[in-house]
């Protein structure tokens, strides 16, 4: 399995980026897909994450909710993540993920998940 994650870059304060994970070998629309991100010194923390378990359900970090959204197209095998209303203190390397046999209470655990993409750095400054 090999997630490619992209669209990360420098945006200015209140700015917004759509980051893009795509997925080979494996069907998006079947597994958990999630979102972590790690700054410099600092563990890697979950941002957001999708589940499909008879319904799809999505999961935020108290930090992000209101300004990021997760999604997927699964015509394109691809997960996103919307990030409105930046903030420096999202500027971090965010790594998707996707977990393939996760329950509700693993979704927040990166040690859960069981690939993952390189990463893509995701900058606010002004």
């Known amino acids: 399995v090999q997630l490619q994650a992209c669209g990360g870059g420098l945006v200015q304060p209140r700015g917004y980026l759509r980051l893009s994970c795509t997925a080979s070998?494996?069907?998006?629309?079947?597994?958990?897909m999630g979102w972590f991100r790690q700054a410099p010194g600092k563990e890697r923390e979950f941002v957001a994450a999708?589940?499909?378990?008879?319904?799809?359900?999505?999961y935020y970090a108290d930090s992000v909710k209101g300004r990021f959204t997760i999604s997927r197209d699964n015509a394109k095998n691809t997960v996103y993540l919307q990030m409105n209303t930046l903030k420096p203190e999202d500027t971090s390397v965010y790594y998707c993920?996707?977990?393939?046999?996760?329950?509700?209470?693993?979704?927040?655990?990166?040690?859960?998940?069981?690939?993952w993409g390189q990463g893509t750095l995701v900058t606010v400054s002004s």
């Open positions: 993920a996707v977990g393939l046999r996760l329950i509700t209470s693993s979704v927040r655990r990166a040690t859960q998940y069981d690939y």
């Open positions: 070998t494996l069907t998006v629309n079947n597994y958990a």
């Open positions: 999708i589940r499909w378990s008879g319904g799809v359900t999505y």
